[in-house]
């Protein structure tokens, strides 16, 4: 059954009027109209499911039908911390670790970050990402989308993981003998992790310096230079996939 996102769901309503966006992309674009059902969700857990009664200029009308329960969100809360990098291996590396079910995604700008963001291209450009965000949690059927926060430099990204109780580890090319591979088999599953991928020129030394004082761990993942969103999209399913819910937890 497909799925939308609404504002809100009243636990107690019988009907939903959904307007905007999410209802055009129903009627004009899925061509649904009365009699379809669908899933609504709050995007913060709350989901439903639906029938359309009427459809019109003013959004689509639908009949409660019952309350379903919200999926399990994985055992492991990752922050991908990806550098920025051109708009469209961007906009997949968000779609994609977005259906693999991070929780958080904290975009950066350090010393090799050819892309740059200015401030009157910022808020358009996350608003964006947060879009797909939303659209990835639709098609993985996730309770709540990942959140997508404003671009940080890397100072700050480290700073901001300063006080918090996190497995931290950063993806480093020229990373020699630790492999994600023995962190993942060698440590007990982390509940919360930081996760950090350089840009295409990678990261200086100083900078690796400076992440590991901060508490990261440089790991490799191999010999083979992966592209950014490639090493992005490859540590999070191996993570998920270790420590995360990429099974059916039945094994
Ligand atoms: N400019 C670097 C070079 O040519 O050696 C490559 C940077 S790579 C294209 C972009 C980012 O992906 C890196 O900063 C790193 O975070 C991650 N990455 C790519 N391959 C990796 C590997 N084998 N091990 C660990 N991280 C890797």
Same mark, same amino acid.
């Given at each position: 059954?497909?799925?939308?996102?609404?504002?809100?769901?009243?636990?107690?309503?019988? =009907?939903?009027?959904?307007?905007?966006?999410?209802?055009?992309?129903?009627?004009?674009?899925?061509?649904?109209?009365?009699?379809?059902?669908?899933?609504?969700?709050?995007?913060?857990?709350?989901?439903?499911?639906?029938?359309?009664?009427?459809?019109?200029?003013?959004?689509?009308?639908?009949?409660?039908?019952?309350?379903?329960?919200?999926?399990?969100?994985?055992?492991?809360?990752?922050?991908?911390?990806?550098?920025?990098?051109?708009?469209?291996?961007?906009?997949?590396?968000?779609?994609?670790?977005?259906?693999?079910?991070?929780?958080?995604?904290?975009?950066?700008?350090?010393?090799?970050?050819?892309?740059?963001?200015?401030?009157?291209?910022?808020?358009?450009?996350?608003?964006?990402?947060?879009?797909?965000?939303?659209?990835?949690?639709?098609?993985?059927?996730?309770?709540?989308?990942?959140?997508?926060?404003?671009?940080?430099?890397?100072?700050?990204?480290?700073?901001?993981?300063?006080?918090?109780?996190?497995?931290?580890?950063?993806?480093?090319?020229?990373?020699?003998?630790?492999?994600?591979?023995?962190v993942l088999k060698g440590t007990p599953p982390a509940k919360?992790?930081?996760?950090?991928?350089?840009?295409?020129?990678?990261? =200086?030394?100083?900078?690796?310096?400076?992440?590991?004082?901060?508490?990261?761990?440089?790991?490799?993942?191999?010999?083979?230079?992966?592209?950014?969103?490639?090493?992005?999209?490859?540590?999070?399913?191996?993570?998920?996939?270790?420590?995360?819910?990429?099974?059916?937890?039945?094994?």
């Amino acid at each position: 059954m497909r799925r939308f996102f609404v504002e809100r769901i009243d636990p107690t309503g019988d =009907t939903v009027r959904v307007s905007g966006a999410e209802a055009r992309h129903m009627t004009r674009v899925l061509r649904m109209g009365p009699g379809d059902r669908l899933v609504l969700m709050d995007g913060d857990g709350a989901r439903v499911q639906a029938v359309i009664r009427s459809a019109g200029k003013d959004g689509v009308v639908l009949a409660v039908e019952r309350t379903l329960e919200a999926p399990h969100a994985s055992p492991i809360a990752i922050t991908l911390c990806p550098s920025l990098i051109k708009s469209r291996p961007m906009d997949m590396l968000i779609q994609k670790v977005s259906e693999l079910g991070v929780d958080r995604i904290q975009p950066f700008a350090s010393s090799r970050t050819v892309v740059r963001l200015p401030e009157t291209r910022k808020d358009g450009r996350v608003r964006h990402w947060r879009e797909i965000a939303r659209n990835a949690a639709k098609q993985a059927d996730r309770a709540t989308p990942a959140r997508v926060d404003d671009p940080v430099g890397f100072e700050e990204l480290l700073k901001g993981w300063g006080q918090i109780e996190a497995a931290r580890l950063l993806l480093w090319e020229g990373e020699e003998t630790r492999d994600l591979k023995a962190v993942l088999k060698g440590t007990p599953p982390a509940k919360t992790l930081a996760a950090v991928v350089g840009p295409e020129g990678g990261f =200086t030394r100083e900078e690796v310096a400076a992440a590991r004082k901060a508490g990261f761990v440089p790991v490799s993942l191999g010999r083979r230079i992966l592209r950014a969103e490639t090493a992005a999209l490859a540590i999070t399913a191996l993570v998920q996939y270790e420590w995360g819910d990429l099974s059916l937890g039945t094994s």
